[in-house]
């Protein structure tokens, strides 16, 4: 199975510099060309600005407050492989897990933010001992994506007394 969620990152790049070219025109017809005229609808030019700056700024910031990631999964072959980076406002270093099947011991879900903010951490066996990978965002997958994913890595984990190893502590 592979799985990537780009569109949903590209669609977040849309939003967000809409979101600037929107600020952006505000501020050009608000204050530099003084097309709107204040106070409209009652309220000030301050409280206005206040208000679309708010907005703006929840706008592009979302996406890092949630710790959205670019990912993508495959596990054709021998090996699991996760390729992911931040996709905030400045997207971050390129990061890739390659484990082999049988190598992989398991993962552990991880939620933050009353669930809004969903990360898992990835374990393999190596000779020294267990291996505890960084933890990898899943927030901006869609649910149906992140099933499919933990179904996925729940059929490699190894079993133990009928249990996989997707709640190791």
Same mark, same amino acid.
């Given at each position: 199975m592979t799985l990537n969620n780009n569109k949903s990152i590209i669609n977040l790049k849309i939003r967000a510099r809409t979101a600037i070219i929107l600020f952006?025109?505000?501020?050009?017809?608000?204050?530099?060309?003084?097309v709107i005229k204040f106070p409209l609808l009652g309220i000030s030019s301050t409280v206005w600005t206040i208000i679309v700056s708010l907005i703006f700024l929840f706008i592009i910031f979302f996406p890092v407050l949630l710790e959205y990631q670019y990912l993508f999964y495959s596990d054709e072959g021998n090996d699991i492989i996760?390729?992911?980076?931040?996709?905030?406002?400045? &997207? $971050?270093?390129?990061?890739?897990?390659? @484990?082999?099947?049988?190598?992989?011991?398991?993962?552990?879900? #991880? /939620?933050?933010?009353?669930?809004?903010?969903?990360?898992?951490?990835?374990?393999?066996?190596?000779? &020294? $001992?267990?291996?505890?990978?960084?933890? @990898?965002?899943?927030?901006?997958?869609n649910r149906k994506d992140? #099933? /499919?994913?933990?179904?996925?890595?729940?059929?490699?984990?190894p079993r133990i007394k009928g249990k996989t190893r997707d709640n190791m502590s």
């Open positions: 952006l025109t505000y501020l050009i017809l608000a204050y530099a060309a003084r996760f390729r992911y980076f931040s996709s905030g406002v400045v &997207e $971050g270093k390129k990061n890739s897990v390659e @484990i082999n099947k049988k190598t992989f011991t398991g993962f552990t879900l #991880e /939620k933050k933010f009353f669930g809004l903010i969903q990360s898992i951490v990835l374990y393999q066996r190596l000779k &020294e $001992g267990v291996a505890k990978y960084p933890p @990898i965002f899943i927030s901006a997958l992140k #099933e /499919k994913l933990l179904s996925s890595l729940n059929s490699f984990a």
